[in-house]
């Protein structure tokens, strides 16, 4: 039994939504459906959740979205005439926007998207529609993952087939609160896992997942399989083709989970596993992701090594600033806090002021237009060399190293450059470990 999840990009009209329902007729075995609001038609096209945040936004300013909701009524109008469904939407189009009249948070509006494509999409198939807001439980803004899960399995039992909307549920008093953007994905796992499927198939506009971003890399491989762990790091640096938290329902139980593209439903994929589903003959490398804008803080200290509670004064610094940090290498009389610009704009005279008050460093130094590359691999651990052959990689590409780190596990090591040097290390990294089979 399939779990499928589809993007918006998959049900952005009614001929992509033609394809996707062609794709689900293809395989009986495909029960239950998540999707996600309409996305762009094209690349001038507005996503329906902006649209539906820019009605809220009317009725803040107004009282009421009676003009800007016209766009959303005449884009579900429009899918429902292109699949010459019998259905008259007008009805709860108008609940809808008094709904989002009658609202105090966004997520109600945001929600209506994923809301009205499974309403229709469900009835076009002549599937059961389950809607999340009861079925997918918040406490504030927090998800009560377990609760959730009974109340899915509670729900879906007897029902042989579904369609289900992503991206939302509700609170405790039952008002509609939003996972973050791309938050469909962590719909689907949680009905995957709820129902106890064989796998949970995410259906996008791309083959799989590349192994670098092809809009530095010319035609990236694409990624056979992925471990739950190696696509945690990778869409935490900046690959987008699945939420990461979409992984914590599914890993725990093993279900795989298989990136597919509905343009292409062919194509196998890429194939998301526990580690000891891993074929043998995988790369020692996986894949490269990377990020801009970071800043490093470095400080220095004679006996740093020796003084309890350094690290803890650093860190109680940027606490209290509510700054969080992504990386801290050090050395014996050195510690480096690698922070996102985001974080620390505005605030960095009032940090290091606090951290030298703090701590009496002899030194501290400040690196702005830092960006981080991490490569990702599970083989990396028994392959001898693959540090040396990255380093040599940016070497010879000229590209200095800012920072190095490495966890515990070995699963990754990221390096810091200079976003002038971002493209050029990202492509001498991947081009070196594609002759690392």
């Known amino acids: 039994m399939k779990v499928c999840k589809f993007g918006g990009t998959s049900m952005a009209n009614g001929e992509t939504i033609s394809r996707v329902i062609d794709v689900i007729k293809s395989d009986p075995q495909r029960k239950y459906i998540v999707v996600s609001a309409p996305g762009k038609r094209n690349k001038a096209d507005v996503k329906v959740t902006d649209a539906l945040y820019a009605c809220f936004n009317e009725k803040t300013e107004k009282g009421n979205c009676t003009q800007s909701f016209e766009v959303i009524r005449k884009r579900f109008k429009d899918i429902v005439s292109a699949l010459d469904l019998d259905f008259d939407i007008d009805p709860v189009l108008d609940e809808v926007k008094a709904g989002i009249d009658n609202s105090v948070s966004s997520d109600y509006a945001a929600s209506r998207g994923e809301y009205l494509n499974a309403l229709i999409l469900a009835k076009k198939l002549g599937f059961e529609f389950i809607d999340t807001q009861n079925i997918v439980k918040f406490n504030g803004e927090k998800l009560q993952m377990h609760y959730s899960l009974d109340l899915i399995k509670q729900k879906l039992d007897g029902v042989e087939y579904a369609v289900i909307p992503g991206f939302y549920g509700s609170n405790q008093d039952g008002r509609i609160t939003?996972?973050?953007?791309g938050g469909s994905?962590?719909?689907?796992?949680?009905?995957?896992?709820?129902?106890?499927?064989?796998?949970?198939?995410?259906w996008t506009d791309v083959d799989g997942f590349l192994t670098a971003d092809p809009r530095i890399v010319d035609n990236p491989e694409i990624i056979d399989?992925?471990?739950?762990?190696e696509l945690r790091e990778l869409a935490y640096m900046g690959a987008e083709v699945l939420h990461p938290e979409s992984i914590f329902p599914v890993r725990s139980v093993g279900i795989p989970i298989n990136i597919k593209n509905t343009f292409n439903p062919s194509n196998k994929g890429t194939m998301i596993v526990a580690?000891?589903?891993?074929?043998?003959?995988?790369?020692?490398?996986?894949?490269?992701?990377?990020?801009?804008?970071?800043?490093?803080?470095?400080?220095?200290?004679?006996m740093m090594n020796s003084e309890i509670g350094f690290g803890r004064k650093v860190l109680s610094v940027l606490e209290f600033e509510g700054i969080s940090f992504e990386h801290v290498p050090s050395g014996i009389d050195t510690l480096s806090v690698v922070i996102r610009d985001e974080y620390i704009a505005g605030k960095m005279q009032k940090v290091l002021a606090a951290l030298q008050e703090s701590i009496n460093a002899d030194n501290i130094e400040i690196h702005s237009g830092l960006s981080l590359i991490a490569t990702v691999g599970h083989n990396m651990t028994s392959r001898q060399g693959t540090a040396a052959m990255l380093f040599t990689a940016l070497a010879d590409a000229n590209v200095n190293i800012r920072m190095?780190?490495?966890?515990?596990?070995?699963?990754?090591?990221?390096?810091?450059?200079?976003t002038f040097d971002y493209e050029r290390a990202v492509n001498a990294i991947y081009q070196t470990s594609l002759n690392r089979a």
């Open 178 to 181: 939003t996972f973050s953007r």
């Open 275 to 302: 580690e000891k589903n891993l074929p043998k003959e995988k790369k020692v490398i996986t894949g490269i992701a990377g990020k801009k804008g970071f800043t490093i803080i470095n400080i220095e200290k004679d």
């Open 404 to 418: 190095i780190d490495q966890g515990s596990s070995e699963l990754n090591i990221i390096v810091g450059v200079d």
């Open 185 to 202: 994905d962590i719909t689907g796992a949680l009905v995957a896992r709820a129902v106890g499927a064989d796998v949970y198939e995410n």
């Open 225 to 229: 399989y992925l471990s739950y762990r």
